[in-house]
């Protein structure tokens, strides 16, 4: 059996074929698409069946945003990825669309040791709950349950709830926010954006001094990439002040996701992200932060937590729920 495996987000668009043995995958094909630079799924997929000439049996896309009846609006591209529009272009009679964090959740015992990276070893429990929280051009989160046998992922839009400030600095943050977008989400502080975003507030409302070299690099790139990497090299202190904010509040969502869902089974933290900045997220700060839960803190640190470093993970996710699963009728 083949599958068609598709990883749907903001920034990227990544498809891969499958060849599914004894459960497990080999690669046949795989493409990465820049999501802005075409038009719509469709168009995606036809440009990678066409370039490959492959066929498949099933298939899966996992896709930023909530999906409901087979069928999303992605948050932060103008796509609707539909399931029935994506079988009849591929001639199926079904494709299962997922949220992307799902797909996160579905590839991780594909996984081996040297694709993660430990913050904190934590107290395994087999049995326990598992969450993924995911930064990226977005913020993602899902969770998934022991059923007795294995772990059943569920999906969740945990990335937009309220963003809850911890002290001044983070309450002047959020007045900040809340002057321009109204409602802040998480995702406002935690994603590529929201290293912008913080980056803005410090420069504007704290007036902490700008690099113009740094500028200068955030207007010819990414500019998320561009602080992380100035703040990494020590060469500006507005971008070092905006990393360290920005690992603490990605640490602090990391202990609320750990609370919600009493992931005794672990954390694992993913996204573009988590491993561009894996030497501050090793640091002190992001711990301190995912177990500064008052009368819960002991229960923090006993949680196992982990960097996802493969970023395949969710194109290998969605490979293996549609050779695992089929939803028909």
Known sequence: MRVLAGD????SARLACFAVHDGGLETVAERWYKSGEHGSPIEVVRNFMD????????????????????????????????????????????????????????????????????????????????????????????????????????????????????????TELLLHLRATHGRVSCERVVSGPGLRNIYRFLRDCKHVPESQEVAAEMLADDPSRAISRAALDGRCELCIRTLDLFVSLYGAEAGNVALRYLATGGIYVGGGIAPQIIDKLKESAFMMAFTAKGRLSPLLETIPVRVILNERTALLGAGRCAARERRVG
């Open 8 to 11: 749907i987000g903001g920034t």
């Open 51 to 170: 370039e490959y000439g492959v066929t498949v049996d099933r298939a899966c896309f996992g896709v930023a945003g909530p999906v409901l009846e087979g069928r999303v609006q992605t948050p932060n591209l103008p796509w609707i990825v539909d399931g029935e529009e994506l079988a009849r272009t591929l001639a199926l009679p079904e494709v299962m669309v997922i949220n992307d964090l799902e797909a996160n959740a579905h590839g991780i015992d594909l996984l081996g040791g040297e694709d993660f990276a430990i913050l904190n070893p934590g107290v395994t429990s087999p049995g326990g709950t598992i969450a993924v929280i995911s930064a990226g051009t977005g913020l993602g989160v899902a969770f998934a349950y022991w059923d007795g046998t294995g772990h059943r992922p569920l999906p969740s839009e945990g990335g937009h709830a309220d963003f809850a400030p911890r002290n001044e600095l983070e």
